[in-house]
């Protein structure tokens, strides 16, 4: 048998309890006890008059990729090659950008001077 989340909130007047993902699937009761059976009996006459089916979903041609390197031997090393040149690129482009910080721009030398 399978299982639904059933919200159940106080109100002033007693409970209401709302179907978790069917948020027009509710009903009031007196009590917690109530407000539950009356919400079941809400929810088995709205499947009696409905159909759940499946359809298809498109997937991503790249979803066909997934996991095609598990089995490979070299792929570890091929990620530490591509880290390694990463930190690499990082690097350079860290210093590339000091360089530029440290750059005295001669507007701002005609300014100091002032």
Not at 31 to 58: F, G, K, Y
Not at 65 to 85: N, S, V
Request: aromatic fraction near 6%; glycine fraction near 4%; hydrophobic fraction near 40%.
């Amino acid at each position: 048998m399978d299982t639904l989340s059933i919200l159940l909130e106080h109100e002033a007047n007693g409970f209401r309890a709302s179907v978790l993902g069917l948020s027009d699937c509710q009903a009031l009761g007196a009590t917690r006890e109530e407000a539950i059976a009356n919400v079941q009996v809400a929810l088995n006459d709205r499947l009696q008059s409905a159909e759940i089916i499946t359809i298809p979903h498109p997937t991503s041609p790249l979803s066909t990729l997934t996991g095609i390197f598990k089995d490979d031997p070299q792929w570890d090393e091929f990620q530490a090659a591509m880290a390694a040149y990463r930190q690499e690129l990082d690097a350079e482009l860290a210093a590339k950008y000091d360089r530029i910080d440290n750059v005295k721009h001669p507007l701002d030398q005609e300014n100091s001077a002032a």
